[in-house]
């Protein structure tokens, strides 16, 4: 019989080399992914301890991480039939129970193991041994809470999250999203110096008696009963007037907004501006009955303030006590029995009705052009008068930095550290307080102030929210206060119209600006033109709108 010859199956592949189809012999068997370039390890490891240093744990595993379950053996007993004869615990000497040493990062010292050494059986000991046990027990415990507060003490707890400033309604349209970053990069320069339109209001002079101050000669904060005027853009009946006679003006704001969209990218709480465009002016407001005037306090800290309720140091009542604290200061540091700094015109919001004096200040409504076609019209406010080194008058703007517990603020006790270590204690409410100290200076540079002057002022005790001493003042002139932590004027604007671009781009309308509470994002809603008004509101913005038109 003649030889035969069977070629092999050939499977042809012209768009690349190698098979294409699975053979038949190799079908469904499972298959391990590897790299060439996977370092091959051990075949088989009996001992256990081929990976005690963690730091070779992976240097064997493949690129296509932790595959391969297919082949892993489970080794599996039925250990429920098995019973341990003997169940006496075993005991150990008194001496030299727990000590020992477990290598580099594995300590493992007597006090840390007391706790985990098996109590000698009482019976076996002699009276004086178990007194002895007794005592050794005790020391523990105490040792185990000593050592459990050192450990939780600098553990930083986890950021709760934050509820908005509005609750945001799913019928609301979002027409654009601006994070921070890209709100940092945003620069406006070259912005003329403002136009004064109208002056009103009157100014006490500072006491520079409060210069002399120190932690040594601290004094009681006093409570000084006095009317504060927070009215919101639409309801200033000057501005009403100046939306009439400035034609060319079709945007307008108060200093307290315009501040808050300038130094957006340091904020952190959640905060929300109503827009209103109507005729093509904006008009930018803040909701009534509203938190937004509201200091808020270690907004910026590497750990804010997180306590819930009536607590103490819940972050709504620290706002509340740093807003106290700050208009009694404004007011305390005054000569109230001197001459006044008078403006033009008298305080617009001074009611006839109101028992009680109104505190010291003066509103300044200033115009600037921001190009392309808008020009805003800002109200701001400033708090004081003094006289300078030629008795010349300058404007001040008053404002208190309150300290509340030092613990929660870098440990840099104000009462120990201020008079010998001010620009330490400065820096600290710099890191702490980013973006209410950034508004200050805004405000003080928007209202053309010549000086920006700075109250310390801590709780009489950590645990008394309702007593405060000053403990110092301290000055500058706002334009070099905010070179020092990088306050860009120029980004400030450039923030501003850029929103305001967004919003002259829309229908007339209302609008709502948001800070989201958990993220660094602004967004901009288009919302019914009923919104956060009642019946009687809803009728007079309808006579606003028709004056405007």
Same mark, same amino acid.
């Given at each position: 019989m003649?030889?035969?010859?069977?070629?092999?199956?050939?499977?042809?592949?012209p768009t690349g080399w190698g098979p294409n189809t699975i053979p038949a012999q190799f079908k469904d068997m499972p298959y391990q992914p590897f790299s060439k370039s996977d370092r091959l390890g051990k075949v088989s490891d009996w001992t256990g301890a081929t990976y005690t240093d963690r730091r070779y744990m992976a240097k064997y595993q493949s690129q296509y991480g932790a595959g391969g379950n297919q082949y892993a053996y489970y080794h599996e007993e039925d250990e429920s039939s098995?019973? +341990?004869?003997?169940?006496?615990?075993?005991?150990?000497?008194?001496? !030299?129970? !727990?000590? !020992?040493?477990?290598?580099? !990062?594995?300590?493992?010292?007597?006090?840390?193991?007391?706790?985990? *050494?098996?109590?000698a059986p009482m019976q076996s000991l002699t009276k004086a041994q178990q007194i002895k046990e007794r005592d050794r027990l005790r020391q523990v415990k105490k040792w185990q809470k000593q050592?459990?507060?050192?450990?939780? /003490?600098?553990r930083s707890a986890p950021i709760k999250n934050r509820d908005a400033s509005v609750m945001v309604k799913d019928t609301w349209k979002v027409i654009?999203?601006?994070?921070?970053?890209?709100?940092?990069?945003l620069s406006l320069p070259n912005i003329n110096n403002p136009d004064d339109l109208?002056? =009103?209001?009157? +100014?006490?002079? /500072?006491?520079?008696?409060?210069?002399?101050v120190n932690v040594k000669g601290e004094k009681p904060l006093q409570r000084i009963d006095r009317i504060f005027h927070t009215v919101t853009t639409t309801d200033d009946p000057i501005i009403r007037k100046l939306v009439k006679n400035e034609k060319e003006a079709n945007v307008f704001v108060t200093d307290a907004i315009l501040s808050t969209l300038m130094c957006a990218s340091r904020s952190v709480y959640s905060w929300d501006i109503v827009v209103q465009k109507i005729g093509g002016k904006v008009f930018l407001d803040k909701r009534d009955n509203t938190e937004f005037d509201l200091l808020t306090v270690s907004e910026t800290a590497a750990e804010p303030p997180q306590e819930e309720g009536s607590n103490l140091n819940s972050p709504r009542n620290l706002a509340l006590e740093a807003t106290f604290v700050n208009h009694n200061f404004s007011q305390q540091v005054l000569k109230t029995d001197g001459e006044?700094?008078?403006?033009?015109?008298?305080?617009?919001?001074?009611?006839?009705?109101?028992?009680?004096?109104? *505190?010291?200040?003066?509103?300044? /409504?200033?115009?600037?052009?921001?190009?392309?076609?808008?020009? +805003?019209? =800002?109200?701001c406010e400033l708090d004081a008068a003094q006289l300078g080194s030629n008795n010349e008058v300058q404007l001040v703007n008053l404002k208190a930095l309150n300290e509340w517990d030092s613990r929660f603020a870098g440990n840099l006790d104000w009462r120990q550290k201020l008079d010998t270590q001010r620009g330490a204690c400065l820096a600290n409410e710099l890191k702490n307080n980013a973006c209410k100290l950034a508004k200050w200076t805004i405000q003080s540079i928007l209202a053309g102030a010549d000086t920006l002057r700075f109250g310390y002022v801590t709780r009489y005790n950590v645990k008394d929210s309702s007593r405060h001493v000053i403990l110092g003042v301290q000055h500058f002139k706002p334009i070099e206060f905010g070179n020092q932590f990088n306050l860009n004027m120029d980004n400030a604007w450039g923030v501003v119209r850029c929103i305001l671009d967004l919003i002259m781009a829309q229908e007339d309308g209302k609008y709502l600006i948001v800070k989201d509470p958990n993220k660094q994002i602004l967004r901009l809603y288009d919302?019914?033109?009923?919104?956060?008004?009642?019946?009687?509101?809803s009728e007079e913005s309808e006579e606003d709108e028709k004056d405007a038109m």
């Open positions: 003649s030889a035969r010859f069977e070629p092999p199956f050939i499977q042809d592949n098995f019973q +341990l004869v003997d169940t006496t615990k075993s005991t150990k000497p008194m001496y !030299g129970r !727990g000590r !020992g040493f477990r290598g580099r !990062g594995n300590f493992r010292g007597r006090w840390n193991n007391m706790n985990k *050494a098996a109590p050592q459990a507060g050192r450990q939780n /003490y600098h654009e999203e601006m994070d921070f970053p890209r709100l940092g990069k109208i002056q =009103c209001g009157s +100014l006490e002079f /500072y006491d520079k008696v409060w210069d002399r006044k700094y008078k403006f033009d015109m008298e305080n617009p919001f001074v009611d006839a009705d109101e028992e009680g004096e109104v *505190a010291s200040v003066a509103y300044r /409504y200033r115009k600037w052009d921001l190009g392309n076609n808008i020009t +805003l019209v =800002c109200r919302i019914p033109d009923t919104t956060f008004e009642s019946e009687e509101e």
